[in-house]
């Protein structure tokens, strides 16, 4: 399944020439809330299982023919708590 992900993660990694994303990290933006926030994340946290339900759930919930930033269906605050608890 990690496999999978991060195949998915790649191919949706086309972003416009003017935005920068480094080597080694990939977008998503939490969707929920009162603002959407972008968080720049390491190709690390795809071994966290957290992170990985959140992908599960986007994907049941947008479907990967997204282009661009991945929407996670989650306040940015929920994201941060589990991005904060896996450096841990």
Same mark, same amino acid.
Request: charged share 30%; aromatic share 8%.
């Given at each position: 399944m990690l496999r999978f992900m991060a195949e998915? /993660? $790649?191919a949706?990694?086309?972003f416009p020439k003017r935005v920068r994303v480094r080597k080694g990290h990939? /977008? /998503?933006i939490a969707t929920q809330g009162r603002e959407p926030q972008r968080f720049l994340i390491k190709l690390g946290y795809l071994h966290n299982p957290e992170f990985l339900k959140l992908l599960? $759930?986007? %994907? %049941?919930e947008f479907g990967f023919s997204q282009e661009g930033a991945i929407a996670i269906p989650c306040r940015p605050d929920e994201l941060q708590k589990i991005l904060t608890m896996s450096k841990s």
């Open positions: 998915k /993660v $790649q949706t990694l086309s990939f /977008v /998503v599960k $759930q986007a %994907e %049941e």
